[in-house]
């Protein structure tokens, strides 16, 4: 029997964004959407995704999220607001920081996200939009054994190779 597949949730549909929602969805993965460019969102919703208006209604209806958003300040801010995804998340849910931040960012918020029983992966990616187009991104992993399985199931979708590093805040620094 095989295992269910993640409901994966993306924050920051877009130029990397699109891709991964592209590739989960010809992997077979349920993908729900949330940017803040109603542009991005239509072209995700026309490929297949759901569209959810604010990142705590996507980590409603997710198991897993990645968020493809800029630097520390928004990686907090679609996290920890008012409307944030972690207020969202069930217990068990990971939240996949693909966003390139500082270490200690992704370290405070795995701690804030522990709280909540939800785990934090940290998986920064490298390569770029054409490598990101053909499915052939790089992931650098840091996390909880556990948690990097999960990962690695899902961003096998859209990545040729993915380095487990350590902890959390090691992808980070590789980076």
């Keep these: 029997m095989s295992t269910p597949k ?8 877009g130029r990397m964004g699109l891709p991964m ?3 989960l969805l010809r992997n077979g993965f349920s993908v729900a959407v949330n940017d803040i460019s109603a542009e991005n969102v239509a072209k995700a919703v026309e490929m297949g995704a759901s569209s959810c208006a604010t990142p705590r209604a996507l980590g409603e209806q997710s198991d ?3 968020l493809g958003v800029g630097y520390d300040d928004e990686v907090r801010e679609v996290t920890l607001s008012e409307h944030g995804v972690l207020g969202g998340l069930a217990a068990g849910a990971i939240i996949a920081v693909s966003s390139t931040v500082a270490p200690d960012t992704v370290k405070s918020l795995a701690a804030l996200a522990r709280a909540k029983d939800v785990a934090v992966l940290d998986a ?3 390569r770029g939009r054409w490598f990101a187009d053909e499915g052939k991104l790089l992931a650098l992993f840091g996390g909880e054994a556990a948690v990097v399985e999960r990962g ?3 961003y ?5 190779d993915i380095e487990h590093l350590g902890e959390v805040g090691h992808g980070q620094v590789a980076k």
């Design 6 to 13: 993640e409901r994966v949730g993306i924050i920051g549909a």
């Design 64 to 66: 897993f999220v990645i």
């Design 124 to 126: 920064p990616i490298c």
């Design 156 to 160: 096998q979708a859209f990545c040729s």
């Design 152 to 154: 690695r199931a899902v």
């Design 21 to 23: 929602v592209k590739h």
